[in-house]
Structure formats: structure tokens, C-alpha cells
């Protein structure tokens, strides 16, 4: 029988080693609940961000759009021009978006995809015959086209210093080479691993312990997303830990594509004054002008080149270096089989072919921006959305702005540097602003005159005294007759005795003559018959939003008005008595293109077309032999209508004036309101026509309104008589009871 064996002792734990690990379960356990607790938070704190608004995306401004239809007023040198702003190329190829080609008298255009405030638009290939200065037909192949649209100009980003600028774009908008040439040289195993690379770590890691010093990094594009976005830029072992941690949340929450959008949005590009500008979408037009769908292989190779340092790596400041930053790339392209042995032989011959700092935006207006920003803070009170990348349509017009502010230039530049200027182009059929300059500094904001000075307008305001006559038919017409003679009026105990420009009297002369001349004494005459509550009353009419106090100075123009006031005032006297209040904002849109704001307004009728047409006509003769005489010298083909004024002492030179689609305000003074020593038509009138010399005005042309009619009537009765009369005018008149004069005076 065997013996049973007694089971051995076990020896007991060592106290302190039982302590120990005991602690170490209990600090394991801490630090799995903090690390959990932790991740918890950082999970929360990243879905937030991601999931919102991730980024500052500045609202952006855009010029009018351009709409074409035959019988449009342009010509090829201004529509070609319009493409070069674009960032157009010329290619007989056409194939692709941005491209054009010349055959003769045609353009043919393959327009890029927009998103128009109604709606996205694909790429369109559309040609366009041009026939003197207007449209004369638009095609697509075979097949006629009543209308076809360019996309508006970019103008500027509207954002403050120092904040972020950006140009939001999605995955599927970045070519498929350009996306595989980023991850090969970012991040080859990006669709691998799950936002951290141990390998990469480590390796680098040995690497920059071999240098003594940082040579090379281990990030994944994960990794670096999480650093932009998440954490700050500073070169610690803790952040390096956190912006792991980050990685792997980013990685589990979201797909890889969405991680490359956003890191394709949030990447450092560059700087544009004091803005640090993100993501390849801006970054392309900042370095090339042109959207991603659009770069060429060496374009793309050069900006993603650039993300590895934009300072070092900058091809305007450093070339060379970016050259060879950029070929290195590109044999990496065609290592890897993106590019095939001849694209990359091809690209490899391309210059940088970056554009100068700036001209991405290709120009500056500041003047006008200033209205669009005064707009805004009535369309959209609530500034932080203008953080979130809305879309302004505006109704800037390149081309118009160019032209006035090169016509305004050349008149400054032969004056006096202390002589200031301020102009309005507007389509008045629109109540549309097409171009606004404040001031002789037309790139610097600054005191916007345009706006905000308010000067004695002069001769300007005669048109409303002349129209509070002409709208009281049975007593007045253009040729009732006025008496140019010495008066003097008293108000108490003082005295006003007016005088006309050249301090000569005239005796009597028809209404149609006292306007055009501009004469002084006949317009007091007849502004006082109409009184000055007609005045005022007619001021209102015509767009005036506030009151001003009138006096009988006041018939001659001694009422302080801003160019912008007069431009109002302009446009329903052009536009046949119809009111729009002038506009800069056409549209407002978010950034994935739902409509905000429409501007529909609709012209209310706020003056009969009868008394306008007529006052119109005497407008037109002020520009054939009156105080404008000039223009019908300089445009003999052309019919305009327009008011020269100047105020006391040559303090201010005016002139306003219209074509068929477009009326300006000129205005010329000093700040300190000394006198310049200028007539309206000294003056401002040169402005007025250097504009049209660089855009061919379109001819003023009116219909006649059912109850005008012709009539001859005596120069020194104003009463109608018969045909065979001499020493008469054959005048418009509103059709009214006019008794047939037995004589001819």
C-alpha cells in the first residue's frame, strides 16, 4: 500500500511584491479608465468639429454674370477680354473646360461647370458670332442657341486679418492623378492603415535618432489632418501622443475618403497678405488662377510639392528650389505609373507657369465692395454666417469697372493731385451698379465719396426743375418761353440777384434752350412759377430717401447731395420715369447653393413717361449744341442725353448722363471744398467720355408715347403755329388743347 503524499506548502506571495503589483493593477486600471475617459472626450470633442462647421469659410464675391443673346451690345475684343479675367486658355483643341478658340468673327468657348444662383450649370461649348459691336448669333454645333452665360468673376473673399481663407471643395471635384500623386508622396498607405502607421513611426524615429536632430517625419495624412485641425503646432512627445490618439478616432469614426476631403480642405498652402490660406481648392487658383479640375501635371505636382513647406518651397520666391521640389515629383509620377514616359518627359519641359501674387482675384475694388458690405449688413444681420462660405452675386462689371477707373485716372492725372473723383456706372433698366470708384486711390478702401460725400450739385438739379414744369402740360411745354433778363429776388431784408455763367442775357428763349445752354436766370423763373414744393416733391419721385431744405439758390443747384444720391435720381429720369433703388447684391446663396436672396424688384412708375421723354429730348440737345456739345463731337453717331454741373466758385464739377443701358455720375472736388477751378464740362464730361471711348456706348434710342406728338412752335411766343412760319421749332408736346396761332409770333 502506498503512502499518501502531503500536498506541499505554497509558499506565500512577498508582501512587497504583492504591493507592487497590486499598485501596478490598480494604476493600470486608473490610467485604461482615464486613457477610456479620454478617448471618450476627444471622440465627442472631434465628431462635434467634423460633423459641423470644421473650418472658417469666408463668403466669397462675385462679379455679374455675363449673358449673352443675339442682339447683346458687345463686342469680340471685350468678350475675349472677359475670358482672359477668367483664366481662359486658348486651345483649338477645346478639350476641356476653360478653353477657347478664335476662327475669325467666332469664338468658341467650352465654359466651365458653375453653380448659378438658379441652379448648378454643367460644362457648355457654345459659340459666339460677333457683328460690329453686338451679338449677332450664338450656336452650339448645328443648333442655334437664344442665350448661353459665362461664369461671374470671382472679386474677393470677404474675410478679416488674420482669419483663415479657403475655397471649400468636394472629393469627387479633384482629378484622380492629382489625388494619387498627394497620398504617394504624403501617405502611400493611407487606404491601409487605420490613421497611424507604427512602421512609419519607428522608422523615422531611428532616423532622426541617427541625425541627432528631427530629419524626417512619421506622420500619416491622418495624423496630420489631426494636428491642423486638433491640436496645437508645437514639437512635443505629448502632442505627437495626442495627435495619435486623434488619428485612430478620426480613423474609426469616419471613411477614409471623408479624412481626404478634409484634409485635401484643410491643408496649409500658402499666405495671401495677412490671411493664411488652406486646402488645394484656393491654393490652385492663388498659384495658377484656375480651379484643380484644370491643372496640368506639372501644375499638380508643383502644389502638392508646395504642402511640405510652403515658405521654403515658395516658386515665387524661391524658384529654383520649387523647380526642383517639383521634378522630383514628377519622377515620382512616373515611377509609380501616373504619368507614362511622354507626359512625364512633357511636363518636365513646363516652366512653373505661376501667376503673379494676387492676380488670382484679378483686381481690387474696394469702393464697391464697400457698398456690397453695407448691403450685406441689411441681407444678412447675422455676420457669422458670413463665416460658413455663402456665395454674393453681385452686379459688378469688370469690363465697366476697368473703364472707369481708366478714364477717371487719365482726367486726375492732368489735374491738380489734390482734385478728387468719384463715378457711378449703373444699368438703370436694373437699378443695378456696374462700377463705383470713391476716390483718386481707387485699389485702397478709404472714404468712399461716392457714397458719403455730399456736395452742392449745381447744374445737375435743373432736369428736376425743368421735369415739375413739363409735367403741367396745359401751361408749359419746350417752347414755352422764358425771359433771360436781370431779376432780383428778396427774402426780408436780403437780396439775390442770379446771373448766368457767362453774366449775359439772352431775352427770351424756349425751356428747350434754357436747359440745354444750362442758363441760370430763365431756370429761377421757372422754377419759381412751379414752386419750390414741385421741386421738392420731384426729388422724392425720382429716388431721394431723405429731406433736404430748399431755398431759391436751391433752383440752381445750392443743395448738398453724395454722387450716389444723384446716380438714384438719374436712373428713374433714364429709365423712363420707372424707380429701382440701385443695388450692388444681386443673389446670396450658401455654399452648397441653396438660394438666400433673390433681388427681384420690381420698377414702380413714379413719373408719367410724357413729361420724361420730353425732358429726355432737351437732355439729348444739351448733348449736341448745348453745355455737353462735346460729346457729339467726339461720338458724331451717337445719341446721348446728359446734365453738366458745377456749383459756386468752381467748387464742384458734375456730369451725368446716359446711352440706351447705362447712365454715370462723374463728380470732381477737393476735400477741403476749395474751388478747382472746372466746369461740369471741363471737368467731369471728359470722364464721362473717356468711358465710352473704352466701351462703345450703345446709341440712346426711345419710342415715342402715344400722346406726344410734333408741333411747330414760335421761338418768341411759344405759341404753336402753322408750318409755313419761320423763326420756329418743331418740337415734341404732350398732346393737350393747343389753340393754333392765327400769327406767326
Not at 448659378?116 to 459666339?128: E, K, L, N
Not at 438666400?596 to 425732358?615: D, F, G, I, K, S
Not at 404753336?720 to 418743331?730: D, G, I
Request: hydrophobic share 40%; net charge positive; glycine share 8%.
Amino acid at each position: 500500500m502506498t503512502a499518501k503524499r502531503k500536498p506541499a506548502k505554497k509558499t506565500p506571495m512577498n508582501p512587497l511584491l504583492r504591493s507592487v503589483l497590486l499598485f501596478g493593477l490598480k494604476v493600470s486600471l486608473l490610467l485604461l479608465a482615464a486613457i477610456s475617459i479620454y478617448l471618450i472626450y476627444l471622440d465627442s470633442k472631434i465628431t462635434t468639429l467634423f460633423s459641423g462647421h470644421k473650418w472658417q469659410v469666408p463668403a466669397q464675391l462675385y462679379g455679374r454674370t455675363l449673358e449673352l443673346a443675339p442682339g447683346s451690345h458687345l463686342n469680340q475684343a471685350q468678350f475675349l477680354d472677359e475670358l482672359s479675367r477668367l483664366q481662359y486658355s486658348a486651345d483649338p483643341r477645346l478639350n476641356g473646360p476653360g478653353q477657347y478658340h478664335v476662327s475669325g468673327a467666332t469664338v468658341t468657348v467650352v465654359r466651365r461647370a458653375f453653380e448659378f444662383p438658379d441652379g448648378a450649370d454643367g460644362v457648355r461649348t457654345f459659340s459666339v458670332e460677333f457683328a460690329g459691336n453686338f451679338v449677332q448669333r450664338l450656336f452650339s454645333g448645328d443648333k442655334p442657341l437664344q442665350k448661353a452665360r459665362l461664369e461671374p468673376q470671382l472679386l474677393q473673399h470677404l474675410v478679416a486679418a488674420e482669419q483663415e481663407d479657403r475655397e471649400l471643395i468636394r472629393l469627387a471635384d479633384v482629378p484622380v492623378p492629382l489625388r494619387e500623386t498627394l497620398l504617394l508622396v504624403e501617405d502611400r498607405e493611407f487606404y491601409n492603415h487605420h490613421g497611424v502607421s507604427p512602421l512609419s513611426i519607428i522608422r523615422a524615429f531611428w532616423q532622426n535618432l541617427l541625425a541627432g536632430r528631427t530629419v524626417q517625419g512619421g506622420s500619416t495624412l491622418t495624423q496630420q489632418l489631426a494636428k491642423n485641425m486638433y491640436t496645437n503646432q508645437q514639437r512635443t512627445y505629448l502632442r505627437k501622443v495626442n495627435e495619435a490618439l486623434i488619428a485612430l478616432v478620426l480613423d474609426f469614426r469616419y471613411s477614409k475618403d471623408q479624412i481626404l476631403e478634409a484634409y485635401l480642405n484643410e491643408i496649409f498652402i500658402g499666405q495671401f497678405k495677412d490671411n493664411p490660406v488652406h486646402g488645394l481648392g484656393l491654393g490652385s487658383r492663388l498659384y495658377f488662377g484656375k480651379p484643380l479640375a484644370e491643372l496640368k501635371p506639372h501644375e499638380y505636382a508643383m502644389l502638392v510639392g508646395i504642402i511640405k513647406g510652403p515658405s521654403v518651397y515658395d516658386p515665387r520666391r524661391y524658384a529654383d528650389r520649387a523647380l526642383s521640389r517639383r521634378d522630383l515629383i514628377l519622377d515620382l509620377m512616373a515611377e509609380h505609373g501616373i504619368l507614362n514616359h511622354d507626359q512625364h518627359n512633357a511636363a518636365k519641359q513646363q516652366p512653373l507657369d505661376v501667376i503673379p501674387l494676387g492676380q488670382h482675384l484679378k483686381g481690387r475694388f474696394p469702393a464697391y465692395i464697400d457698398k456690397v458690405r453695407q448691403e450685406l449688413r441689411q441681407l444678412v444681420p447675422d455676420t457669422s454666417k458670413l463665416q460658413q462660405g455663402l456665395r454674393v452675386f453681385t452686379y459688378l462689371d469688370p469690363m465697366a469697372q476697368q473703364a472707369a477707373e481708366q478714364a477717371m485716372s487719365a482726367r486726375l492725372s492732368q489735374l491738380n493731385d489734390k482734385i478728387e473723383g468719384a463715378m457711378l456706372v449703373t444699368d438703370y433698366q436694373r437699378g443695378a451698379l456696374k462700377a463705383i470708384i470713391g476716390g483718386r486711390q481707387m485699389q485702397y478702401a478709404g472714404y468712399n465719396r461716392a457714397l458719403s460725400a455730399r456736395r452742392q450739385i449745381g447744374s445737375i438739379v435743373k432736369p428736376v426743375v425743368y421735369l415739375g414744369a413739363l409735367q403741367q402740360p396745359q401751361q408749359f411745354h419746350l417752347g414755352s418761353v422764358l425771359q433771360d433778363s436781370p431779376m432780383n429776388l428778396r427774402s426780408g431784408s436780403r437780396s439775390w440777384q442770379p446771373q448766368n455763367y457767362d453774366k449775359k442775357f439772352r431775352g427770351p428763349v424756349p425751356v428747350v434752350a434754357a436747359l440745354s445752354q444750362s442758363l441760370n436766370i430763365p431756370t429761377v423763373r421757372l422754377g419759381m412759377q412751379v414752386g419750390l414744393p414741385a421741386l421738392a416733391g420731384n426729388l422724392r419721385k425720382l429716388g431721394l430717401e431723405r429731406d433736404v431744405q430748399l431755398q431759391p439758390s436751391s433752383l440752381l443747384g445750392a443743395v448738398e447731395l453724395s454722387p450716389y444720391e444723384v446716380a438714384q435720381l438719374y436712373q428713374t429720369m433714364a429709365n423712363k420715369g420707372q424707380y429701382l433703388p440701385l443695388a450692388a447684391v444681386s443673389a446670396i446663396t450658401t455654399q452648397d447653393g441653396q438660394l438666400l436672396h433673390q433681388r427681384l424688384a420690381q420698377p414702380e412708375q413714379r413719373v408719367a413717361q410724357e413729361p420724361l421723354y420730353l425732358l429726355q429730348y432737351a437732355l439729348n440737345q444739351a448733348t449736341q449744341n448745348g453745355t455737353a456739345g462735346a460729346l457729339a463731337q467726339q461720338f458724331p453717331r451717337v445719341r446721348f442725353a446728359g446734365k453738366t454741373g458745377t456749383s459756386s466758385d468752381y467748387r464742384d464739377s458734375w456730369f451725368s448722363g446716359f446711352d440706351h443701358e447705362t447712365a454715370i455720375v462723374v463728380w470732381l472736388g477737393r476735400d477741403d471744398n476749395q474751388a478747382i477751378g472746372l466746369t461740369g464740362g471741363s471737368g467731369a464730361l471728359p470722364v464721362f467720355s473717356g468711358y465710352f471711348a473704352r466701351m462703345p456706348p450703345n446709341s440712346l434710342f426711345r419710342a415715342v408715347p402715344d400722346k406726344i406728338r410734333k408741333q411747330f412752335i414760335s421761338k418768341l411766343s411759344g405759341r404753336v403755329v402753322a408750318e409755313s412760319c419761320v423763326n420756329v421749332l418743331l418740337l415734341p408736346v404732350i398732346s393737350v388743347e393747343m389753340p393754333l396761332s392765327n400769327t406767326c409770333d
